[in-house]
């Protein structure tokens, strides 16, 4: 009998063990880590795993599977979580998403997100809109061709990740052709603005303290660029930018930066201005989208840039980026 109740006992012991985990597993080390903390997030979830000084951290997560935001404080990736996985994260701050490692229990996924980020960075390029329509096609194809060798080199990563991947592809061609004639058409609508006075904006915070008005800085051209922090594309823009004012630097053109942030991120913008030494002219809109420039200027999505002359009239409402190779052609044609 007592051998029997053993034996029983024995095998219960072994189902328990290996019983699946209703909870993910998650660690790992950050080099240089920009806070004490990392938020694992979706829109209806969020968890807060502390860091700790050397860098290391680990947590359990009851999660719904599916595709997660891990965010360090500065920066961000995406991951797939799913009760079971036991995940170990690396990543060096100084090159986030170029050194973001994923090994374990259901690494696969999340290893896939993370190339795929760096794969669509050097395939979209800030200037796919801009080309011709001849070159954009060509870009396109090679765009959908690249990225259906990526897929199906990924076959491992889960199965409903993988569908929706294939889904979105066959919608690619057709989503950024749609993208590239309404930029066109924008660009038509904004050809009114040409050769009229700009319209204006009055003491917008400027980040160096005091205010700043349009007016103030009449007498040279303004290149202005309109963001916000939170905007992706308006951050990708940013080294460009520095280059672009670096090799202008004390000729005749101001650059503007004009964050539309609203109150509640006062904070965040000025500490990115200063954390990553933002140059030129950087301001606050005062009212965020409602204020009456952006409305003004019809402006409905960022970044958007604006090259106003010496005079204060408009030379393009729907400028250049400054990835853009077709900026500098436009500078060089004013004779900046």
């Given at each position: 009998m007592k051998k029997i109740l053993f034996l029983a006992f024995t095998i219960a012991l072994v189902a328990c063990e290996n019983a699946p985990k209703d909870y993910v597993t998650l660690s790992g080390k950050i080099t240089d880590k920009n806070s004490d903390s990392l938020v694992v997030r979706t829109r209806t979830y969020s968890k807060t795993i502390q860091v700790n000084e050397d860098g290391t951290f680990k947590?359990?997560?009851?999660?719904?599977?599916?595709?997660?935001?891990?965010?360090?404080?500065?920066?961000?990736?995406?991951?797939?979580?799913?009760?079971?996985?036991?995940?170990?994260?690396?990543?060096?701050?100084?090159?986030?998403?170029?050194?973001?490692?994923?090994?374990?229990?259901?690494?696969?996924?999340?290893?896939?997100?993370?190339?795929?980020?760096?794969?669509?960075?050097?395939?979209?390029?800030?200037?796919?809109?801009?080309?011709?329509?001849?070159?954009?096609?060509?870009?396109?194809?090679?765009?959908?061709?690249?990225?259906?060798?990526?897929?199906?080199?990924?076959?491992?990563?889960?199965?409903?990740?993988?569908?929706?991947?294939?889904?979105?592809?066959?919608?690619?061609?057709?989503?950024?052709?749609?993208?590239?004639?309404?930029?066109?058409?924008?660009?038509?609508?904004?050809?009114?603005?040409?050769?009229?006075?700009?319209?204006?904006f009055v003491d917008y915070e400027n980040h160096k303290g005091g205010t700043t008005s349009l007016t103030d800085l009449k007498g040279k051209y303004i290149y202005i660029d309109v963001w916000a922090t939170w905007c992706g594309p308006c951050k990708a823009e940013i080294p460009f930018l520095k280059k672009v004012e670096e090799q202008y630097h004390g000729k005749n053109i101001e650059f503007v930066s004009i964050s539309i942030d609203d109150q509640k991120k006062h904070d965040a913008w000025k500490k990115m201005v200063t954390d990553k030494e933002l140059g030129g002219v950087q301001l606050l809109a005062d009212s965020d989208w409602k204020s009456k420039f952006i409305q003004d200027y019809k402006i409905q999505g960022i970044p958007r840039f604006i090259l106003i002359d010496p005079a204060g009239n408009v030379v393009n409402a729907d400028a250049p980026r400054p990835s853009s190779p077709k900026l500098i052609e436009l500078f060089t044609s004013l004779d900046i």
């Open positions: 947590d359990t997560l009851k999660v719904v599977a599916g595709v997660h935001n891990i965010y360090d404080g500065k920066e961000s990736s995406n991951m797939y979580l799913e009760n079971g996985f036991d995940i170990n994260v690396t990543l060096d701050t100084k090159e986030f998403d170029e050194t973001i490692k994923y090994t374990g229990i259901g690494a696969e996924t999340s290893n896939y997100l993370a190339q795929k980020s760096l794969l669509q960075e050097s395939l979209f390029t800030p200037d796919l809109l801009d080309l011709e329509e001849a070159a954009f096609k060509t870009k396109v194809d090679e765009i959908e061709n690249k990225l259906t060798e990526f897929i199906e080199k990924n076959k491992n990563i889960d199965s409903t990740i993988y569908a929706n991947e294939k889904a979105g592809l066959e919608k690619l061609g057709e989503n950024l052709l749609t993208s590239y004639n309404r930029q066109k058409q924008r660009a038509v609508q904004m050809a009114s603005f040409i050769g009229k006075p700009s319209p204006d």
